[in-house]
């Protein structure tokens, strides 16, 4: 029997005293809405949403060069990545490139400006997430990301 308040190792949770308002999974929604919106108003100066740093990021770093590609890493749906994709480009920032191997296929990447803004967009970003983690030690943060890993990997 385990008593209340404890729980067995990987089940935190009861089906009836679990508390919805109170779940690890809408604080992780409650963060990822407020770290979101902290980077639309830390990105603004630079006309960028939070959305769009996270389509540049992937193109970047190489996670996706793609429509497609984006569309499974970020899970947004094919028409709002177009539309983001299109305004990325409107601001010169990403351009639509034919595949050498089939014309018909589009490979996505950062212009020149977009390459060029990229660094002070990050630092933009490294300072929202420094904020966020205001009043934690090194050694907490690190732990803070160990065990959202954790949580990813058991998905």
Excluded: W
Excluded at 94 to 102: E, G, K, L, S
Aim: some cysteine; glycine content about 8%.
């Amino acid at each position: 029997m385990i008593r209340p308040g404890f729980f067995r190792y990987g089940q935190m949770y009861d089906p009836h005293t679990f508390e919805p308002k109170r779940s690890i999974g809408r604080l992780i929604a409650r963060v990822r809405i407020e770290l979101m919106d902290a980077l639309d108003r830390e990105l603004a100066p630079f006309d960028i949403t939070g959305a769009q740093f996270v389509i540049l990021v992937a193109l970047a770093s190489g996670e996706a060069d793609s429509a497609s590609g984006l569309c499974k890493g970020i899970s947004y749906d094919p028409g709002a990545m177009t539309r983001m994709i299109d305004r990325l480009e409107q601001k010169g920032l990403i351009r639509r490139v034919a595949r050498p191997d089939d014309r018909r296929k589009l490979n996505l990447e950062l212009t020149a400006e977009g390459r060029d803004v990229y660094p002070k967009l990050r630092t933009a970003v490294v300072n929202v997430q420094n904020r966020f983690l205001r009043g934690f030690t090194q050694a907490e943060a690190h732990q803070l990301d160990d065990f959202l890993q954790r949580m990813l990997a058991n998905a």
